[in-house]
């Protein structure tokens, strides 16, 4: 009997993936209370790209535990230095990604795994953030997700950085929201020249629905950097202008 | 890390360095103590009146920037930058093949062994000096990534040199507030454009 309405595997072909996504269930419900919404946003088949905000070293558990399909993750390569992680994340589906330089490897095997139907994570922050907003977008990223043409699920997760910031050594209990949002769909763009003109407008698009998702409340640098990108309106919070007096920005000190 | 190191600077008062361990932060000049909050606050509690609020985490990062960010305390009366941090620096020595199933999954970059060392910065770029080893000077239109791993930075250098700090007693989020600062004002300064991405590669408009 299969195991659920995205798989047509039975107990008997539980991967290493399916044992480490239970334990990874596991500790994610001991350290937050979960809730999921817009599970049906996951294609049931065919490729996608799962795109999350990053709050939290919890992030990439706790929506790979909750998300209804595998998903292949770019993951860091320095967490590959450890024997422990070398041998674990493989088996997870990490693809390691290097940082410090451009990294044609790991675009082919996106592409492949694009090809092949499977879901890929990449948070497109490329970082966690250290004050819990949402960061710039990879210009790199969006790129691969216009070539790749596969639909983009915006994933905002909300809460994770109350239970373990960046900053802290240790994690404590909160509750924790993770929200699938609908497919947006680029399209495919075989030429660089199609790429390059997309990319702008791609990257505003992708920064607000992930705004959506986290919430209004949720200041905002994801559109930084844009050039000729359209104006932050409602859906984006201003940071301040540097230079700003405490007073103005935080009254209650 | 600590909360010290997001919060290197008094939002409050300005005054740098801090004092704190874990998720507890306070400034020595005006005594506000910082500590977790819920959600994405932290919660204030100044002195001596002892009032309390909770504030956004982004709105305290903010003031530290408005009130010097990491240049300030870098900054000499001349106008000249000299800065330094204890690290521990390793270079990259090779690359490793990840496989699963029988496929090239990606590579991962293996680092030598770490030695302690100073990093010193200055406004065109980098000096790392360990004992007994040549310094290593890096200038800042010379390098081609700045990427943050944790507590740690990675520079990217030119004939495919990689190397990585670990901060020993200073805060890795400064020093990245630093570096990118300071590579902006380089960038500007050799008119090659606004910088507007540090990884993988330093990306201008």
């Known amino acids: 009997m299969p195991l659920g309405p995205y798989t047509n ?45 990053h709050q939290s070293v919890l992030d990439p558990i706790l929506v790979q535990a909750v998300c209804p399909r595998t998903v292949h993750s770019f993951t860091k390569s320095t967490q590959f230095a450890s024997p ?126 992930l705004e ?42 | 890390m600590a909360l010290a190191d997001l919060l290197y600077r008094c939002p409050r008062c300005g005054f740098d360095p801090m004092d704190g361990e874990g998720d507890d932060a306070s400034c020595p000049a005006c005594s506000t103590r910082y500590s977790r909050g819920r959600g994405d606050r932290l919660l204030v509690e100044r002195r001596p009146d002892g009032v ?20 300030s305390r870098a900054e000499r009366p001349d106008g000249s930058i000299d800065y330094r941090a204890d690290v521990l620096a390793s270079w990259r020595v090779g690359e490793e093949p990840v496989h699963h199933r029988g496929a090239l999954r990606g590579f991962s970059e293996s680092m030598g062994e770490a030695v302690q060392a100073v990093l010193k910065v200055d406004r065109d770029g980098v000096t790392l000096s360990a004992p007994g080893q040549p310094e290593a000077r890096m200038a800042f239109l010379e390098i081609r990534a700045l990427q943050t791993s944790s507590s740690s930075l990675q520079l990217s250098l030119p004939g495919d040199r990689l190397v990585q700090f670990k901060f020993l007693s200073d805060s890795p989020r400064r020093w990245e507030d630093l570096l990118r600062q300071l590579l902006r004002a380089a960038y500007r300064r050799a008119g090659k454009g606004n910088v507007v991405e540090f990884q993988p590669r330093i990306v201008t408009e």
Do not use: M
Not at chain 1, 25 to 41: F, H, M, P, Q, W
């Open chain 2, 52 to 71: 309390t609020a909770e504030v956004p985490v982004a709105t305290l990062v903010d003031l530290i920037e408005a009130n010097g960010g990491p240049l």
């Open chain 1, 212 to 253: 959506d998702l986290v919430g209004p409340d949720q200041p905002s640098g994801a559109t930084a950097g844009l050039s000729g990108s359209p104006s932050p309106d409602g859906g984006f919070v201003t940071r301040p202008p540097k230079g700003a007096k405490t007073g103005a920005l935080a009254p209650e000190l």
């Open chain 1, 9 to 53: 595997r039975t107990v008997a072909h539980v991967s290493w993936y399916g044992f480490f996504k239970l334990v990874g269930k596991g500790l994610g419900y001991s350290l937050a209370r979960i809730d999921v919404t817009g599970r049906e946003n996951i294609p049931r088949s065919g490729p996608f790209f799962l795109i999350p905000n």
């Open chain 1, 84 to 209: 422990v992680f070398r041998w674990l994340l493989p088996r997870l589906n990490a693809i390691p990604t290097r940082r410090y330089r451009v990294d044609p490897q790991v675009v082919r095997v996106a592409l492949r795994l694009v090809e092949e139907g499977r879901g890929i994570g990449i948070y497109p922050e490329g970082e966690r953030s250290w004050d819990g907003s949402l960061q710039p977008l990879r210009r790199g990223t969006v790129r691969l997700l216009l070539k790749a043409g596969a639909p983009v699920v915006p994933c905002g997760v909300v809460g994770s950085y109350d239970v373990w910031p960046r900053w802290s050594r240790r994690p404590r209990r909160c509750g924790v929201s993770i929200r699938f949002g609908k497919p947006l769909h680029f399209g495919k763009h075989d030429e660089k020249s199609d790429r390059e003109r997309a990319l702008d407008g791609a990257i505003a698009r992708l920064a607000r629905a």
